[in-house]
C-alpha cells in the first residue's frame, strides 16, 4: 500500500502550541445515581479549582456520551470523543470506575496585518488516538502498580480512603504527564533489552541465584544495565510498567556525573579488598547515617489468584542496577540493608565492570559506527522487546528524536493501520520532503523504517528494506 504524506509545514512567524492538559476526572456513577448526589460519583477532578457545578456537568456529559455509544455496541463504549478545540479519551479500567483524560488539540496561531487579533486554527488531526488511549491506561497501570486496584481501597475504606489515595497519587502523577513528548513508544509500552554474551548472561543469572538463596526474603528480582533489562523474575505486564516507572521517573532523579574510570574493569586489589560503589535508589540514603530511614515504596504485582503487596528495593552500582522485591509483612531494618549492602555491593561492581568489559570488546569488533541511511523502531508483541534508533532519548518529559515530528506522526498513523487487521501487512509512504517511510507487520512484530533517499522510486525502496531485514533483523519479516 502506497499513500502520500501532507508537506510538512514550516511557517516562521507562526506560534505553534503543543497539545496540553485540560482536565483529568475519575468517576464511578453507582456512587451518586439519584439527582442531588451527582457530586458523589466524582472520585478525583484535575484541576482542583474547576467550580463544583462545571465538574458535575463536564462527568455528566461523559457519563452520557458513553451511555449512547452503548446503544451501538454494548461491548465496546466509547475511546474517544473529537471535537475542534479538544479530544476527550474514556477509559473504564475496572467495573463502572471510569477515567477521562481531556487534551486541548494542538493549535497554530497566525498573525494578521492592520493590527487585528492572530487567527488561531486547531490541528485536529495532529492527535493519534491510539498514542493518547495508551497514556490514560498508562496512567492507571502506574496507579496499580504502587495502590492496588480501585475496588481495593473502595473495599478496605470505603470512598474516603479511595478519593485520599487518588488524590496523593494523581496530584504527583500528573505533573509528570508532558504529552507534547508521546508518541509510538507510548502504544507499544516496551522493554529495550540489553544485548550480552552467554558467559555475562550466565553470571548474572548465578548472581540472582545466590542473592535469592541468601536472602530468603526477597521473592522476585530484575536486572539492569544502562537503563536496559537483562534479567526479570516478573510476569511481562508487571515488569512493563515497572520498567517503565524506573527508566522515566526513578533513574533520572538519580543520575549524577559518575566518577572517571569507575565503569572500567576493577584492579585486582580493589576486588580482594571488596571495595564496591553500590548505593540504594529507594530506602536509605546513606547506611552509615545514624538517623537513615528504612522505608521502601510498595508496589502490587499480580500473581495467579490475587495481588502481591512487596516492597521495592533498587540498588545501583554504576550503570547496574537491580530491583529486590521483597514480601510486605517483612519488616526491613537496618540489619537487613547491611547485609544486602555487605553481598550484593561488591558483587554488583565487579558485574557492571564486566558487562562494561565485554560491551567495549563487542563495540571495538563491530567497527566505528557509521551514521546508517536508515533509521527504525522495532517492537515485538511477544516479549515486549522494543529498539528505536529514532529516539536518542526517550523519558516521560523529553522525545528527543533524531527526525522531524510529522515523520513522527507518519509512524503513528500506519501503527493505527496495522491495529485495524490481523493479518501480516506492509504499507509505504512517500513523504512531501527526501523521506520514505515503511511499515512492516509480520508474525507479531513492527517494523517502521525511515529512508532518506532523495531519488528513490517504490521498487528501490523495497529493495533497501529487504536488505534491512536480512543484514539488522536475520530475516524475521518474510513478506514479499
Known sequence: MLMISPRMASGTQEKQYTPSLLSFFIY???????????????????PIEIEKNEKIRNVGLCEAIVQFTRTFCPTKPAKSLHTQKNRQFFHEPEENYWMVMVVRNPMVEKPNKDGKPPTVEYQEEEIIDSVYGSVLQQCYSMYKLFNGTFS??????????????????FYRYLQTLHLQSCDLLDVFGGISFFPLDKMTYLKIQSFVNIVEESLSSVKYTAFLYNDQLIWSGLEQDDMRILYKYLTTSLFPRHTEPELAGRDSPLRPEVAGNLLHYGRFLTGPANLKDPDAKFRFPRIFVNTEDSYKELHLIVYKAMSAAVCFMVNAAVDLNREFCEQLDSLVGPQLTMLASDICEQYNINRRISGPEKEPQFKFIYFNHMNLAEKSTIHMRKTASVSLTSVHPDLVKILGDINCDFARVDEDEEIIVKAMTDYWVVGKKSDQRELYVILNQKNANLIEVNEEVKRLCATQFNNIFFLD
Open 152 to 169: 481495593r481501597a473502595f473495599e478496605a475504606g470505603g470512598v474516603e480512603l479511595l478519593t485520599q489515595k487518588l488524590e496523593k497519587f
Open 28 to 46: 464511578n456513577p453507582k456512587f451518586g445515581p439519584r439527582e442531588g448526589e451527582e457530586e458523589k460519583k466524582i472520585l478525583f477532578y484535575h
